[in-house]
């Protein structure tokens, strides 16, 4: 099945500093991916669509210039939390599809959890 | 817009018992509905995905079946096991062209041994 590897799971940083994560799609190739983020005991909500060789789009709320989105091929996809804050400690989650719109199943990483201290 | 809700947000019953967790959203004009998994610290596992022509879908012993009309899904286990013991996570696709996704809260099932 495809399979959705994303990296690291656990990332502990100091406040102001950068942290990038990865999502790799290992079997198949995915033209957009999502990236969320979710809070203890709430739903995962969407940050942003990131699309293969194009401007991600940002969910109402997100700040485009602190989460950098990046989707330089079809199998990997990148956010990078600049300046990370205390406030921005949380489970980042990346999704993709194997096929665009959405009558596919949406597969998912294994999460990063990043604690900013 | 479309608002997803589960309901209990938590529920906890012995081993061997069936159980049925609730999902409704506020909007019927969904594509699909799929089930997660997710157990703590890790990300999701895909469980069951429902087109919006269907009216159920099986997995061993999970059935999740979909009204559209009303706007419900329930997903049934059947025979539960600890191992089964997770947050379960429903989540709409209402057509928007890239495809993501609306999700509940989750319902954290504990399954005693």
């Known amino acids: 099945g495809a399979v959705v590897s994303q990296h690291p799971s656990r990332v502990i940083c100091k406040s102001g500093t950068s942290v990038k994560i990865e999502c790799r799609s290992l079997d198949f190739q995915a033209t957009t991916m999502f990236w969320y983020r979710q809070f203890p005991k709430q739903s995962l909500m969407l940050m942003a669509t990131?699309?293969?060789?194009?401007?991600?789009?940002?969910e109402q709320g997100v700040e485009k210039d602190k989460f950098l989105i990046n989707h330089a091929s079809l199998t990997l996809s990148t956010l990078t939390v600049t300046s990370a804050h205390p406030e921005d400690s949380s489970f980042y989650i990346c999704?993709?599809?194997?096929?665009?719109?959405?009558?596919?199943?949406?597969?998912f990483g294994n999460g990063t959890r990043l604690t900013v201290t | 817009k479309q608002e997803v809700t589960q309901i209990p947000a938590a529920l906890s019953v012995p081993e061997g018992e069936n159980l049925v967790l609730n999902c409704s959203f506020t909007?019927?004009?969904?594509?699909?509905l799929q089930w997660f998994r997710q157990d703590p610290g890790k990300g999701l596992t895909s469980l069951l995905l429902i087109q919006s022509s269907q009216r159920e879908q099986t997995s061993g012993r999970l059935n999740a079946s979909l009204d559209k009309s009303s706007g419900r899904s329930t997903l049934y286990i059947a025979a539960s096991q600890p191992g089964d013991s997770a947050t379960y996570l429903c989540?709409?696709?209402?057509?928007?062209?890239?495809?993501?996704?609306?999700f509940g809260k989750g319902t954290k099932l504990s399954v005693k041994p």
């Open positions: 999704s993709a599809r194997v096929d665009r719109g959405g009558n596919s199943p949406l597969h």
């Open positions: 909007d019927s004009a969904i594509y699909n």
């Open positions: 990131s699309n293969e060789g194009s401007k991600a789009t940002y």
């Open positions: 989540a709409v696709w209402d057509g928007g062209s890239q495809g993501n996704l609306i």
